[in-house]
């Protein structure tokens, strides 16, 4: 069932992934006149960050990102068979952690504003 | 790879990959860019300014395309994980995911580079 | 651009090796080209007149045994269902089915194939194999009416020869196999199916190997969908249950 559930779970994350990227476009570069005439600011950015809701938005569409690239990384090491079982389950460990330290690293940059 | 040419579901799994991995590079780079926000703002103006120079602009014109490349070929294969086109899994390829993709890229490429040039 | 009608010479390349891991050196032999002519007519013509050692297979060569499967021009084809004249012009490459030990020349062993082909458990299961009555399959069940091109399989590897991920992952099961297990799993007096799970739904080797690329369903000379029965099976996973017989 873990098999099946990933695969799926693979394409679920790709269409939360458009609707989060679409929503999080529009936020960054069009939500405002200052956005849309291209110009970023410090104030610009941080007034909005500073939002609770806005930080939840943000740090959801990082893990939801998170996990699709990692999967989608082990699913290209699961085709070298040739490379073995045990390498590939260390592989994935690393994945996991890498995930892991990026989540937090990423959460991390919400906390120290 | 010799089958790229003949059977562009292959190269459809090619493009997939090589636009997640270099997403993910992206994502790297954009997550530590987000740090800069906490150094204040001067600093961080700072920091957005080296993004205005030409070759940032080209690079985040290409991110733009390996998005979109990334995107649209992602809703064809879950089309044809459902069942859906999969006689027709080569045009879905190279009209939709390909062509459609080029067109979005042009409507959201000339106005980015005709402002940036406006500014600069 | 096709060639020309006449007999005009025609040249081949084929790539040669006297085994596994010994190395592939290409030869070139011309052949005159007749009406009508297939890569295997070409093959007897070379072994018999110009090249006795030449090794390859066949057996049926009017395209129902699988035999004579080759790569002709970086495809896996039937070489007796190959015209030469559909081909490009300049030289024709002749190489061994990828994917497989080469035994010599354009002859390869099929045993990985069936290898993995025997894993799934192809044979038919009975729900009483003492039985004497008919097992009938009505016509308007799903099996009767969705299955009869997809068991049109020869075993020819062609599919796994074509197969992409064949050529990094030794464990991948391949097109055939999955698509047999699917028919299996249909068939309606076919009982076995968790002995089948286990192999299709490995991490490894099962059906999550596959990545669509249709090279398989695009290269089976049956014209079976093979794409089409493994993600099937994928999605028939979440819900294993539907394929038990009542």
């Known amino acids: 069932m873990r098999n099946v559930l990933s695969w799926y779970f693979q394409r679920i994350t790709g269409a939360l992934l458009l609707i989060l990227l679409a929503a999080h476009f529009w936020v960054e570069h069009f939500m405002s006149a200052e956005l849309r005439r291209g ?66 690293w990423g959460i991390e940059a919400f906390r120290n504003l | 790879m010799k089958y790229l040419r003949q059977f562009s579901g292959q190269t459809a799994q090619v493009v997939q990959r090589v636009s997640g991995v270099l997403l993910l590079v992206y994502l790297f780079l954009h997550v530590r860019t987000i740090h800069e926000l906490s150094r204040g ?16 602009k080209t690079l ?25 086109g999969q006689e027709r899994q080569r045009r879905l390829f190279w009209v939709y995911s390909v062509g459609i993709g080029a067109v979005i890229f042009l409507a959201g490429a000339i106005p980015l580079v005709l402002a940036a040039m406006q500014r600069s | 651009m096709p060639v020309q009608l006449a007999e005009q010479p025609y040249r081949i390349r084929i790539t040669r090796s006297a085994g596994e891991g010994i190395a592939k050196v290409p030869q070139e032999y011309t052949v005159p080209l007749e009406d009508r002519m297939t890569v295997l007519d070409a093959l007897f013509r070379i072994q018999r007149e110009q090249d006795a050692s030449l090794t390859f297979r066949c057996a049926c060569r009017v395209g129902m045994c699988g035999t004579c499967a080759i790569s002709v021009n970086g495809i896996p084809r039937l070489a007796c269902r190959t015209r030469i004249r559909t081909l490009d012009a300049g030289p024709i490459q002749l190489a061994p089915l990828p994917n497989l030990p080469v035994i010599q020349d354009l002859a390869v062993s099929l045993d990985p194939f069936f290898e993995q082909w025997k894993r799934i458990r192809p044979a038919f299961r009975p729900k009483d194999p003492e039985s004497q009555e008919l097992a009938r399959v009505p016509a308007t069940s799903a099996y009767a009416r969705h299955t009869p091109e997809k068991r049109d399989c020869i075993t020819c590897g062609i599919c796994y020869g074509a197969c992409g991920v064949k050529s990094t992952s030794g464990e991948y099961l391949g097109p055939a196999a999955i698509n047999k297990a699917y028919l299996r799993l249909m068939d309606p007096r076919d009982i076995a199916i968790e002995e089948r799970m286990a192999p299709l739904n490995e ?22 969908t093979l794409t089409d029965s493994i993600t099937r099976l994928k999605r028939a996973m979440l819900s294993p249950r539907k394929f038990e017989k009542l």
């Open chain 2, 41 to 56: 703002p001067e600093a961080f103006d700072a920091a957005l300014l080296t993004f205005r120079n030409p070759l940032f």
């Open chain 1, 39 to 104: 110009d970023l600011s410090y104030q610009a950015i941080h007034s909005r960050i500073a939002n609770p809701t806005w930080q939840f938005i943000d740090i959801a569409f990082l893990l939801v990102a998170l996990w699709h690239g990692l999967n989608g990384v082990r699913n290209i090491i699961l085709d070298y068979s040739r490379i073995g079982r045990r390498a590939t389950q260390a592989i994935s460990g690393v994945l996991v952690v890498a995930g892991v330290v990026w989540a937090w």
């Open chain 2, 60 to 84: 985040e014109l290409g991110l733009f395309a390996t998005v979109i490349l990334h995107a649209l070929n992602g809703i064809r294969i879950t089309l044809i994980d459902l069942g859906i």
């Open chain 3, 203 to 224: 991490e490894r080797g099962g059906v999550w190997r596959c990545h669509t690329q249709f090279n398989c369903t695009a290269a089976c000379p049956k014209g079976i």
